[in-house]
């Protein structure tokens, strides 16, 4: 039985960014450029469990981890919790890696090239472990699978999320949506 | 393009916001072994010890395919059999599954043939999601599932599972299990908007 909407568009209560610019479009998107950093205020609330994070379309000034931090009432949670597990497919070859414990931990990587980027986002404002999980599409000249599976081991209750380039800065846009439940 | 634009609630660019792209599922039933699971009013199944969880009546002849959205605390070695009128598919060899998994710098693959296929591996007193989609349940043709996890707080883990069952049968449900240790945590199942 239909019951709802899938997913629902989740507006910020407020974004911060270290330098450049960002505002909230009126369907909850947020469009930024040339940012070092992009906090969003208020996207994971008591209504949803699970969240999809659509970044698309994204560049970068160089190429670099695209990282991100959980954040509560506007603090990044920047303790040595994060580990990230990665699965690269690129050509006849795959490859995987895991780092961790770190005190951020990454989307993907990005680079100049127009990119997407699926962010699966489990129980943030859940006050428990949070996993993530993104799907990726990177060079756009090649085509390449970089997937990262991240956990965060803290049992916090986020309500934001921050997300930054290793180096350098990034223009695109951003848009949360919760998963009706 | 990103998972969103192929599945999301607005049309693409240039186009018309026609409806929600995504519709949430409320099973008609549910039933479970162990502790506890509850069905929200609005479709979201809680479940609390549970070592078997089966839905009735979440996949309809309005959508082709479907999305398990899946977060956990417990729960080790999720399987799944299809289900129709309450009665799990077990028919031998009827489940083929291709598991890809990355753990440190391994990674590496298996195909199983099986009465169950696999949604996804995690561990004990650890988060995982699951994003698992399920292609053309209630059509009277083969099934196909893809899930998309992420598990193990102390590490961070990769174990992906394509999965088919060959039975030309339509389903109005799904029983997820596990033989290993039980389940905690919460879904709900949203139809694709064809």
């Known amino acids: 039985m239909a019951a709802g909407d899938g997913l629902i568009s989740m507006t910020p209560t407020s974004i911060a960014v270290g330098s450049g610019t960002a505002s909230i479009n009126a369907d909850g998107g947020v469009d930024f450029s040339a940012v070092t950093s992009l906090s969003l205020n208020g996207v994971f609330t008591g209504d949803y469990d699970n969240y999809l994070i659509s970044i698309a379309p994204i560049t970068a000034s160089g190429t670099v981890g695209l990282r991100y931090t959980w954040r509560a009432l506007g603090t990044d949670a920047t303790g040595s919790d994060y580990y990230e597990q990665r699965i690269v497919a690129d050509g006849s070859s795959a490859t995987g890696a895991r780092n961790g414990p770190s005190t951020s931990t990454r989307i993907s990587t990005i680079s100049t090239g127009r990119q997407g980027y699926s962010f699966h986002a489990y129980g943030p404002y859940l006050a428990q472990p949070t996993a993530a999980r993104s799907v990726t599409i990177d060079s756009q000249s090649s085509a390449l699978i970089y997937d990262i599976a991240s956990t965060h081991g803290l049992s916090t209750s986020y309500d934001g999320i921050t997300i930054y380039p290793a180096s350098g800065t990034l223009t695109g846009t951003v848009h949360v949506f919760g998963y009706e439940e | ?194």
Not at chain 2, 168 to 187: E, P
């Open chain 2, 1 to 194: 393009m990103t998972l969103f634009h192929a599945l999301g609630p607005f049309a693409s660019s240039g186009g018309v916001v026609a409806a929600p792209g995504m519709v949430l599922m409320k099973p008609t039933s549910i039933a479970h072994s162990g502790t506890s699971a509850t069905l929200g009013a609005n479709g979201q199944v809680t479940f609390t010890g549970v070592t078997s969880l089966s839905l009735n009546g979440c996949f309809t002849a309005d959508f082709d395919n479907y999305v398990v959205s899946w977060q956990s605390t417990t729960g080790e070695q999720v399987n799944f059999r299809m289900r129709a009128s309450g009665t799990d598919n077990s028919t031998a060899s009827s489940y083929v599954r291709q598991q890809i998994a990355a753990s440190g710098t391994s990674v590496s693959a298996v195909r199983i043939t099986d009465d169950k296929g696999a949604s996804f591996l995690s561990a004990s007193t650890q988060a995982a999601g699951s994003w698992f989609s399920i292609y053309g349940p209630y059509l009277a043709q083969p099934t196909a599932t893809r899930g998309v996890n992420a598990w193990d707080s102390l590490n961070a883990r990769i174990n992906d599972q394509a999965c088919t069952h060959n039975q030309s049968t339509s389903y109005d449900g799904i029983t997820f299990f596990t033989n290993v240790t039980a389940m905690n945590g919460t879904l709900t199942v949203m139809g694709v908007r064809s």
